[in-house]
Structure formats: C-alpha cells, structure tokens
C-alpha cells in the first residue's frame, strides 16, 4: 500500500448521526402530505438531491417544498426544522480521529447544502481541527457518488488517490472512492473500523 498521507471521512451517520425521521416529521407538522409523500417529492427534481448538487439553493428549495407540500412555515420556521437534522457524534469516533491525527492528515467530504455546511463546524467543533479540509458537495456542484467529486476532493487535498483513505457509511460511495483509486472502507461503527484499519497496519 502506497504511504497514505489523508484520512477522508464522510460526515453523515459516519462521524455525526443524523435525524432524518425528526425532519420529516418537522415538515409533516406544517404541510398537507404525508409522511410517505414527503419523502417521495423530497427525491424529485429540486428536492435535496439538487440541493446537495448545488442546482438550487435553500431558499428555492423552500418554494419547491411549499408548491409540492403545500408546506405553511415561513423561510426561517422551515430554517430552523432543516438545521435540526443532527444527534451528536457517533460513539468512539472522536477518540479515532484523535489517534488518526497522530499520524495523518484529516478531510470531510459530504454530500451537503449551504445550510449544513454553515452549522456543522460549528455545532460539531470538536470534532475539527484548524488544519482541516472540508468538500462539501453543493460548492462543486456534483455529489457522491459520482466519482467527480472524488477527483474534486483530491485537488483541494493536493493527494494522489492511493494517499487517500475514504470512510464512508454507503457502500456505494466506498466504491465510487475505489474507482478513482482510493483505499476506502465502509462504516458499520467505531470498533469495526478500527479493527479494520489495525488490521491493514493504518493504525
């Protein structure tokens, strides 16, 4: 294995759970459409897919979601809703990273939007470091898994491939990583990561 030089982990029920029933249901609370439906439209053109693409922004997001659900919040009740998609960090992870700073150098990629972008270095800041690089998606305009956004995470890194280890939760991502030439692995929780990259001499 070429000498790795970066860690790129995945933010999403990788490092920090995520509430998605909490949302749905947040939005549920002030719209005209089931739980079901929501998340159907949410999937459409113009849902968060395109969102996380950076085809829309939040505000046309918003409109998209009070046309399809008749959605009755304003732009800062609905702000507030899509802001609490969090439940903290997943367990072990920070003391991983801890270990992992000792001798690499750390990255997050995510599929994300200009709204999570903004409040997770600072809800989450101590899972973060000064030195640490951040790719999210809705600034590159493409997202995981396309294997651009691999390519675009590499060149704000300044690595080559095979120095890049990427951590994801979605196997389809760990081999959107692999294809660009990344060793990547995919997340089940703290313990079975570690195990695994000890047992491949990353540790």
Do not use: M
């Given at each position: 294995m070429a000498a790795t030089t970066w860690f790129l982990f995945d933010l999403g029920n990788t490092l920090i759970k995520l509430a998605y029933e909490r949302v749905i249901a947040g939005i549920c609370r002030n719209a005209k459409v089931t739980r079901d439906e929501v998340i159907e439209i949410l999937e459409q053109p113009g849902g968060y897919r395109d969102m996380e693409r950076g085809a829309v922004t939040f505000r046309e997001f918003y409109e998209f979601l009070v046309d399809?659900?008749?959605?009755?919040?304003?732009?800062?009740d609905f702000r507030?809703?899509?802001?609490?998609?969090?439940?903290?960090?997943?367990?072990g992870m920070e003391d991983l990273l801890d270990r992992l700073r000792e001798r690499y150098r750390?990255?997050?990629?995510?599929?994300?939007?200009?709204?999570?972008?903004?409040?997770?270095p600072r809800r989450f800041s101590g899972l973060f470091r000064r030195d640490d690089r951040f790719v999210f998606s809705h600034r590159f305009r493409v997202a995981k898994p396309d294997p651009e956004i691999f390519r675009r995470a590499l060149e704000v890194l300044g690595a080559l491939p095979q120095h890049v280890v990427f951590i994801d939760d979605l196997s389809e991502n760990v081999l959107a990583a692999r294809s660009v030439g990344m060793v990547a692995y995919q997340f089940i929780d703290a313990e079975q990561l570690t195990r695994a990259?000890?047992?491949d001499g990353l540790l």
């Open positions: 399809k659900t008749r959605y009755r919040g304003s732009l800062h507030a809703v899509w802001s609490d998609f969090f439940d903290g960090t997943i367990p750390i990255a997050f990629l995510s599929n994300s939007n200009e709204i999570h972008a903004e409040l997770i990259l000890a047992a």
